[in-house]
């Protein structure tokens, strides 16, 4: 099994919604990360869970709130969003660390974001 | 910092031609990866080659060959005999592979590539 599953595909909500996007893989990878892709751009990292572990978060506002509850799941809680953080949101995992690992990462297929 | 540099925002290939991607990067480490990624329109980023820069030989993976010049940093790709599947945005991307390093992939701006029938 070589996938990373997101759910759900596409998301519609409101400024004051509370939801959440899942990310799950079965990879055994200890690494798992989170983007944020505007249309013709590259990813732009937002987190990084290294052994369940918050590593990276790179200045992401708090109305984006990642959780990993074990190896093989991370959330990201989206509370309060603004119309620009519409966006594809890809969840990617990797086998760990750098030197841990084989080097890439493997990514789902995205979760498409639209904020009202 | 690392950075990865794409300059071209756009190419085009007639299908069954050969077509050359162009990559270089900024670095002051000795151990990294090199990626191409694959991102079509149905979203997926799915890579397509990666190498090792204490490698000094090339990675190919069937119709997909990279250049590697460590000395020049430059990382480009090559498309073999194009097909219209070939048709994505690809992303040049490094990862720090040095002990303490932190995980993040960083991306090159893309270019879009396109397939002529």
């Known amino acids: 099994d070589t996938e990373v599953t997101q759910t759900p595909k596409h998301l519609v909500m409101g400024m004051t919604n509370k939801k959440s996007l899942k990310c799950e893989q079965h990879?055994?990878?200890?690494?798992m990360y989170w983007y944020k892709q505007k249309a013709k751009k590259p990813p732009e990292l937002m987190f990084v869970y290294s052994y369940e572990k918050l590593s990276i978060n790179e200045s992401v506002p708090s109305r984006f709130s990642p959780e990993c509850p074990n190896s093989s799941l991370l959330n990201l809680h989206l509370h309060a969003l603004q119309p620009e953080d519409s966006a594809l949101y890809l969840c990617a995992s990797s086998q760990g660390p750098a030197r841990s690992s084989a080097g890439e990462l493997f990514f789902g297929e995205g979760s498409r974001l639209t904020v009202l | 910092a690392q950075t990865v540099t794409q300059s071209q925002p756009e190419m085009s290939v007639q299908e069954a031609e050969t077509v050359t991607l162009s990559c270089t990067y900024d670095t002051s480490e000795s151990d990294y990866y090199l990626f191409w990624y694959k991102q079509p329109p149905s979203r997926q980023m799915i890579l397509v080659i990666r190498q090792e820069a204490y490698k000094q030989q090339n990675a190919t993976e069937n119709r997909f060959s990279v250049n590697f010049q460590k000395a020049a940093k430059s990382f480009s790709l090559k498309i073999s005999d194009s097909q219209l599947g070939d048709a994505a945005m690809y992303f040049c991307a490094y990862r720090s592979d040095l002990p303490g390093a932190n995980s993040k992939l960083t991306f090159g701006k893309g270019i879009t590539l396109s397939v002529r029938p």
């Open positions: 990879m055994g990878h200890r690494a």
